[in-house]
């Protein structure tokens, strides 16, 4: 069609402005530069979706802002298009229908957009479910008014205010931005910066992870190497030189607890020479205790009892003390009685040794007055004077357990500051015994309070080393071997905090969704004067544990209140529940692989009355149902599956807590089934506007063929 001109050179110069802008948004040049310009966002859509996956391609293109004015400008330049032609001629019905149809499209997909859900429902058979899960989570702030430092309720009664802040963080880890190609990342949107700030509360998020671990910490990954060798090749007859390999040894420990026995768990791992030991000191005495464990002298048959109190440390032979008097450990107003000796022995060698001690102040001494010194006036000395003034008061005084060759399982008398080390020769052992871990070769390593690492190496007969570990790669001496000497060096080290663990972040996963990722924001929350930075995780979907991980919580105080904030995902009440009756797979015969997988579900309404029995959902039959109150219709697609558990796994009984009826008794293997649920508002919409496309075509082409008749075809046809 021809261009249509609407300005003049008489017309006033603002409205020959406006008429031309009108010109331009109808013009064939800007409709031929928004399509090229479509076209070609939707191919780099199309390659972005399949590197980095759908979550990715709504993030970054469909869901910015520069794709949502692409679709303005392309609906301006269509309706103006058909608007300057008016008043439409016969033969511009087709163009006409075209066009309202393109516009329809373009609202269809401006409502999905902002009014889509696209959400998972995982559901246990026998179970039932009303709640989907979004892609999207949000903080939840919490203000709590307490006393004295405990988070308490209000004292009127009401409950804590709350906040919803909505959060929009995309797929990725934010540091990997900029490592990701083909998309211009920062222009899509994300909330970072301050979200909340209200009446001296404020909310900052510093930084997030799309999926990440949670691991414990101190952590250490150290490597020994193994010497370079010559060996003889059997084909050849020469010498070969095979190069120096690697042996990685990942250790983690959690911080000692007042609370925790001698079952603590710790972290040991056994390599060629021996083993090596990991754990975290409580505080600098047993730090101290730990650099100042050297036995000296000879062991004897029965071993030595290194002992550390009051920055001493006291060596003491089992053989001479055994079941005797109490030894004085110095100036410290404490005695030890060796109290019981344990030797399990098979007849070919002895394969455990430790001693029970008891700590007690000495007789004739007057705890509290020997524990402070003149210039001790230090919380930390208050602290012990009291613990021993209580030990003073009783009888039994307080118990140790030392284990020769497992350090990491000894109990120390932590309150009267009291930490040992039993040093015991095994002498000459069976094999059976070293492939037990008995009187071999042994490392320890250590995190001091000072957040420092320190080892030492115990050859079955002696303290070889005993110093720092450096954490800069330089390598020191570890087993000595037939073979040589192995080195050893710290790969690694991830040092104690506060919490105990540490969240790092996990490659990037374009299957991850949030539902199963584990989501974590660095934030930093301010109440009153108060601020702290620190990091929160989001609830994850554990199907095979049964169940949902909770949202990490994040707490500050503040003058008479504190704040704390949740991470928790957006969810959907659907307004009906979806019970599982079946779940079925087919596998690809002699495979594990599931070729199809359906469920057999019934709707239930909130009174627990049936709406619909039986309906089943398929891989590639999805089934359509209103919410009976709202009238909202999701469509359910069978997405994936769990399973199966078996009866006597953890996940069977936790989902059936011991309390299952007889049907579900005869179930003998058990499913999860993840369904997704869509909710469209703007499907009918697009639906009409591409049949208003079709009907627009075909109306041209007809338009076309009737107008453009020779004129004697048309008068033979009776047409004037």
Known sequence: MSRIRLR??????????????????????????????????????????????????????????????????????????????????????????????????????????????????????????????????????????????????????????????????????????????????????????TLFDHEGIKLEVLDYYADSEEIDVPRITLKLSMPAMSRTDQETGKQVETPETFIPVELTAERPNLSMVATQRRDRQSVGGGSIVFWAAENANETAAFLDSRPEGELGESGQVVLYVDGQAQRISVADHLEGDPVPLGDSGLAVSIDKLHRSDD????????????????????????????????????????????VAGGDDGERMLLIADRPELNQQARRLGVYGTFWFDHGEISTADKMRGAGTSRIDVIEGDDVKLYYRYWNRREVVELAELPTDGTRVDAFTMPMGTLKMFVEEHLASNDSGTIVLPLPFNKQMTSVNANRAAKIRLTVDDNSEEFWITGPRMM????????????????????????MPLDEVDVGFDIKLLKFTRKLDPGTSQAADFASSVDFLDERGDTLARDVLITMNAPVDFADPERGRSYRLFQEAYQGPFVPDSAEYQLHYRGARTPQQQRRDRLYISILTVNYDPGRWVKYAGCYLIVAGIVTMFYMRAYFFKPAAERREAGVN
């Not at 970054?60 to 330049?77: K, P, Q």
């Not at 229908?97 to 957009?113: A, E, K, P, Q």
């Not at 430790?354 to 007690?360: G, H, N, S």
Request: aromatic share 10%; with cysteine.
């Open 8 to 193: 003049s050179p008489e017309q006033p110069w603002l409205v020959r402005l406006l008429l031309g802008t009108y010109e331009f948004c109808a013009s064939l040049k800007l409709a031929v530069f928004l399509i090229l310009c479509s076209a070609l966002v939707l191919g780099v859509a199309t390659f972005v979706e399949s590197r980095y996956g759908l979550r990715a391609v709504h993030f970054g293109i469909y869901g910015t802002w520069w794709f949502g004015l692409l679709n303005a400008l392309l609906a301006v330049n269509i309706f103006c298009a058909a608007a300057i032609r008016y008043p439409w001629k016969r033969y511009q019905t087709g163009f006409v229908i075209t066009h309202i149809g393109l516009l329809t499209l373009l609202v269809g997909c401006f409502m999905s957009r902002t009014g889509g859900i696209d959400a998972q429902m995982p559901i246990w058979e026998d179970g039932t479910n009303s709640i989907a899960t979004e892609d999207e989570q949000h903080f939840l702030v919490s203000v709590h008014p307490h006393t004295d430092g405990d988070v308490e309720k209000a004292h009127d009664g009401r409950p804590a205010e709350s906040y919803r802040v909505p959060f929009t963080a995309g797929p990725f880890n934010w540091d990997q931005l900029s490592e990701m190609p083909v998309v211009p990342w920062k222009f899509a949107h994300r909330d970072h910066g």
């Open 347 to 390: 007849g070919q060698g002895a394969s455990l040794a430790a001693v029970e001690l008891t700590i007690r102040p000495a007789e004739g001494n007057a705890a509290s007055d020997n524990a402070k010194s003149d210039d001790e006036k230090s919380a930390d000395a208050d602290t012990l004077a009291a613990e021993k003034d209580a």
């Open 543 to 566: 199907f095979g544990l049964g169940g949902t991980r909770s949202s990490s919580i994040g707490t500050v105080a503040g003058h008479g209140r504190s704040a704390s904030v949740l």
